[in-house]
């Protein structure tokens, strides 16, 4: 009857920054909606993983949906609208994914934000993203929406030059992150992902990112 794992909970909003917040656990009322929607983009256009313009071979795998989707390769970073692996246009993005990111800017304060992009991180154990910005979308005064499935990681907040030193921020499962505005800009990235295996998800984490990049 009471202290059901998803009975109502309060909002648990951290802001790490001017306009950058954690939502804790906001997801969760929509895992249900979310995986049957996140396998059927995988099944379309599984993770793979992509070479960086200095040639490395990245740690995290990474798929898309939505018009537009980030890729890289040995020419540059860029937003695409075809799938490199098949010439084909991404998978639309899933109407739950589309709207659990407009309810989440909203209740930071990002009104009318309309995504065009989403792209899917794979973090299997030892996995890691490197500190950098997000530079590569058009309209920076759009938010970003991050949503954190599986498997815990640390991630790291950095300023607006890549020597500030970052904060770490524990990121789990349902966790959605929003940032925007003054803090578009900054440094950030993931550390290695620890050995585990989650419940639901199993031994990895999947980072999904929703953002206006056209
Ligand atoms: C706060 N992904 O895909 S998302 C990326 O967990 C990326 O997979 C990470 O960085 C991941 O580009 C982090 C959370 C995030 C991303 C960018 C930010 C939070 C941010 C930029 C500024 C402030
Ligand atoms: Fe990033």
Redesign the pocket.
């Known amino acids: 009857m009471f202290g059901e794992a998803d009975a109502l909970q309060p909002p648990r909003t951290e802001q ?2 001017t306009q ?1 917040f954690v939502l804790r656990g906001f997801a969760l009322p929509w895992i249900d909606a979310l995986l049957p929607e996140l396998r059927a983009v995988l099944a379309q256009a599984p993770f793979r993983r992509m070479v960086t313009p200095g040639g490395f071979t990245m740690s ?1 795998a ?1 798929s898309n949906c939505g018009a537009l989707g ?1 890729t890289t390769d040995q020419s540059g970073y860029r937003y695409s609208g075809r799938d490199p692996r098949t010439g084909q246009p991404w998978p639309a993005l899933p109407q739950a994914m589309r709207e659990l990111a407009v309810a989440a800017a909203a209740a930071c304060g990002f009104a009318d934000f309309d995504p065009d992009a989403c ?1 899917v ?1 794979r ?1 299997v154990p030892g996995a890691k ?1 490197s500190l ?3 530079k590569n979308e058009r309209d920076y005064s759009q938010p ?1 929406v ?1 949503v ?1 499935l599986g498997l815990s ?1 640390l ?1 790291q ?2 300023g607006m030059q890549r020597s500030d030193r970052p904060v770490r921020v524990p ?1 789990l499962h349902g966790d959605v ?1 929003v ?1 925007g505005g003054v ?8 550390l290695p992902l620890k050995e585990g295996s989650h419940p639901l998800m199993g031994p990895q ?1 999947i ?3 929703l953002r206006k990049a056209g």
């Open positions: 790490l920054a950058t995290v990474l980030w792209l991180n973090y993203m950098h910005q997000d970003v991050s954190s990681a991630f907040l950095g990121l992150m940032w803090d578009r800009l900054r440094f950030h990235g993931v984490r980072n999904f990112t």
